[in-house]
């Protein structure tokens, strides 16, 4: 490998590390893959703290034209049942979010984790 490319690699890991400014704080390790598939699949759209996720935006801001605003899970606690029911059924609605992001096992984690983890910092909602 050449001095260039090499250089030219750790600089983009630097730079793709920078991005991820927070850590995934679970109580366990049986929590950990919840919070990594909410991380991948879910952040885009919801914020949670325990999964290091900033993807909601202020209420009535609208990114590139699309609307990409998902609840806010720090604020916001939801029940298992709930969770595996949007998931399924791509939310409440069906207008936005994508139906089975997760499935399986997968989803059943992610359901586990969002359940005991949301409204950490609720205000009455």
């Known amino acids: 490998m050449s001095l260039r490319l090499l250089v030219a690699a750790l600089a ?3 730079l793709l590390t ?3 400014t927070e850590e995934i704080e679970v109580d366990s390790s049986a ?3 919840g919070a990594q598939l909410f991380a991948e699949r879910c952040s885009g759209c919801h914020t949670l703290s325990a999964a290091s996720s900033q ?3 202020p209420e009535g801001q609208v ?3 699309e609307r990409t605003n998902g ?3 720090d604020t916001r606690k939801v029940q298992e049942d709930d969770v595996l ?3 399924r059924n791509g939310g409440f609605s069906g207008a936005i979010m ?3 992001i997760v499935v399986g096992e997968e989803a059943q984690s992610v359901a586990e984790f969002l359940s005991k983890y949301s409204g950490d910092e609720s205000s009455g909602e």
């Open 71 to 73: 609840p806010n899970f």
């Open 63 to 65: 990114s590139g034209g």
């Open 31 to 33: 929590d950990e893959q």
């Open 55 to 57: 993807g909601s935006k």
């Open 12 to 14: 983009a890991g630097a």
């Open 98 to 100: 994508p139906a089975n």
């Open 18 to 20: 920078g991005c991820q």
């Open 85 to 87: 029911f949007a998931i």
